[in-house]
């Protein structure tokens, strides 16, 4: 069991440190410039020289990520209420909903470009990639209640309100929380992919317009430390929505639980 | 088909004060257009255990799901003789809501009531107690067998100590051991609690060791096509199975029960 779990975490962490010491000795012994491909050990200085103004950046990466992952959780589960309340509402709009989800955002991004500032165009790209895995979970979630529960619900003369709160809430969780790592991710990308297209047009500081900006100065090493830190933003989310789903999960759901062996 | 012999005016009358509930012409036409019922009579008496036995399609279910108000009734009348008669429900399914302990799903019912937890803890002890599982209201329904689940399940019925307790087909999915151990603790709880029961089942020995009375339901549409009493009264012992009695009534069941299945669609 323990040597399970050390080699789970010990045969990854091998592997990168590998696959870096690899990289630098390539680097250094083909002495290869700074500007094509600089050595992790400069990534790793130039994060640390460059610390205020990447660390401004990551914030505003950041908080914009939180905001529109916020929104969307809101928005998604209300709207999932919603459409489970009342059929109609999902039958007329949750073809919107898949449309604009199956519309890159790369390609809306510009057009929000020009109805709103590149702040306001990036936050809601964010939110419009991170809603709909959240809407689309929740509601599936919402209506896979056990039916013989809803029997038991009607036979006892529950509200619908308690009928939500108390049937409908608890059986859609995991399908919810399943939907929030999904728009976890997709939030970062979506921020990121919205700065790229409002490229030196924005008025933005978040990562990706460092990204383009160290580009345009041929500032690779600086390029590079931006990526690591939108990497890390990435893992952060992932890593934090995935305890909030084992807080949640692990006493009674199966997929928070390790098999009986 | 057997009919029951027409009760004197002493026997009617006596008949009338243990009625707890009766179904006249009671007719089940689904949306889709199909007849799961098509006049059913027949009545449950206070404090006796009824099996409901039939092939499948024959419209048991769809009984139990109309006197738990789950469904209504396209013709016909459910004549209950005392208002508002307080249910309970077993599933098939232990249908236990994951997420809760056993004493919030026990808690469930009474909860629904308005019950606080605190108000509700000495009712929701005593039911997990009858079942044999009072060491367990803390656990999470994950961590149960079989068998403890559907146990749950009995003591969340019995919680609102109901006028009547509705089973459909609550063992048919567990091990026979486990099953027949059921069975025995069932019957003992009936008889402490003076229950009445309805039990929905496709055996024909499940419902002659349980029972008082047998209803027997034939398909297409669903009706009562025959009804056997079990004379001898409950609880049984385990060598009630090895008796006589038990496998005459056993094939009196059985024969009425085949019969059943081999009936010419009803005209209608």
């Known amino acids: ?261 | 088909m057997s009919a029951a012999p027409a009760p004197t005016g002493e026997r009617a009358a006596a008949a009338e004060a243990t009625r707890l509930v009766r179904l006249e012409g009671v007719g089940k036409t689904f949306a889709n257009g199909t007849t799961a019922l098509a006049g059913v009579a027949m009545e449950v008496r206070r404090g006796e255990f009824l099996s409901l036995l039939g092939p499948s399609g024959c419209g048991k279910s769809t009984v139990l799901r109309l006197l738990a108000g789950l469904t209504s009734a396209s013709s016909g009348r459910i004549n209950w003789s005392q208002s508002d008669p307080e249910l309970g429900f077993v599933f098939q399914e232990p249908t236990l809501m994951p997420w809760a302990t056993v004493f919030a799903n026990v808690w469930l019912p009474l909860r629904l009531k308005g019950r606080a937890r605190a108000q509700a803890k000495p009712a929701v002890m005593e039911a997990l107690a009858k079942v044999g599982l009072a060491a367990f209201a803390n656990a999470y329904p994950r961590e149960l067998s079989g068998g403890m689940k559907m146990r749950v399940s009995i003591a969340r019925a019995l919680v609102t100590r109901p006028a009547i307790l509705l089973m459909d087909e609550p063992f048919a999915a567990l091990d026979e051991i486990t099953r027949n151990k059921l069975n025995d603790d069932l019957v003992a709880l009936k008889c402490e609690l003076d229950a009445t029961v309805v039990f929905v089942t496709h055996s024909v020995y499940e419902s002659v060791y349980l029972s008082d009375r047998i209803v027997i339901m034939a398909p297409r549409p669903g009706r009562v096509v025959a009804e056997v009493a079990i004379p001898q009264p409950l609880p049984r012992e385990e060598d009630f199975r090895l008796s006589p009695l038990y496998a005459e009534c056993c094939r009196e069941t059985s024969a009425a029960l085949h019969r059943a299945m081999n009936m010419e669609p009803a005209a209608h």
């Open chain 1, 1 to 261: 069991m323990n040597q399970v779990k050390l080699r789970r975490y010990l045969l990854p962490t091998l592997a990168l440190v590998g696959a870096l010491i690899a990289w630098e000795a390539v680097v250094r012994i083909n002495h290869i410039e700074p500007v094509i491909l600089p050595a992790p050990s400069l990534v790793l200085t130039t994060l640390f020289h460059d610390r205020i103004v990447l660390g401004r950046s990551l914030m505003v990466t950041l908080s914009i990520t939180v905001e529109a992952l916020v929104a969307a959780t809101i928005g998604g589960t209300l709207l999932a209420m919603l459409f489970a309340r009342f059929k109609v509402i999902e039958e007329a709009f949750f073809p919107f909903a898949v449309i604009l989800q199956v519309t890159p955002i790369i390609a809306i991004a510009p057009l929000l470009l020009v109805y709103l500032d590149s702040g306001g165009a990036v936050l809601v790209c964010a939110f419009l990639v991170a809603f709909f895995p959240i809407l689309a979970n929740t509601a599936l979630g919402l209506s896979s209640v056990d039916h013989n529960l809803l029997d038991l619900f009607q036979m006892y003369r529950a509200s619908r309100g308690r009928q939500l709160l108390w049937l409908r809430v608890p059986s859609a969780l995991p399908y919810f929380l399943g939907g929030l790592r999904i728009g976890g991710g997709l939030a970062l990308i979506g921020a990121i992919v919205a700065e790229i297209a409002a490229g030196s047009a924005g008025s933005g500081s978040g990562l990706a317009f460092r990204i383009i900006e160290s580009g345009y100065r041929l500032n690779i090493p600086r390029m590079f430390a931006a990526l690591v830190l939108i990497s890390l933003t990435g893992i952060f989310i992932y890593l934090a929505l995935s305890a909030v789903s084992y807080l949640l999960l692990h006493r009674w759901h199966d997929s928070a639980r390790s098999r009986e062996s």
